[in-house]
């Protein structure tokens, strides 16, 4: 797709099915693609973490429509409303109760 030299590039959950060890990797990639093509990327993700180390900015949806945007960290720090605090906080590692 990319061969065209598309404007705008859509990406639709481009790493759901992945195993934890190829999504990372892919990530890496994508991230290095992303900022060496200067170009426009939509892409769909109900990951958290993967949209804010891809993303400039992130948008929320609920039911269709943008709850909030921002950074990661923007997010994170000041949610917009319940919904957004609960879908960040739900995406939080089980690791992190550990450490």
């Known amino acids: ?7 705008l590039v859509l990406l639709d959950e ?18 290095e693609i992303f900022h060496s093509l200067g170009k426009t990327v939509v892409m769909v993700t109900h990951d958290i973490g993967e ?6 900015e992130i948008l929320v949806l ?22 957004v605090s609960q879908f960040i906080n739900a995406q939080r590692s089980p690791l992190e109760s550990i450490a």
């Open 1 to 7: 797709a990319l061969f065209l030299d598309p404007d």
């Open 14 to 31: 481009p790493m759901g099915a992945l195993d934890p060890l190829i999504r990372s990797d892919l990530q890496r990639q994508l991230r």
């Open 62 to 83: 609920k039911s269709g429509r943008i709850v909030q945007s921002g950074t990661l960290e923007e997010l994170v720090r000041s949610p917009a409303d319940p919904f």
């Open 51 to 56: 949209a804010g180390f891809l993303a400039e």
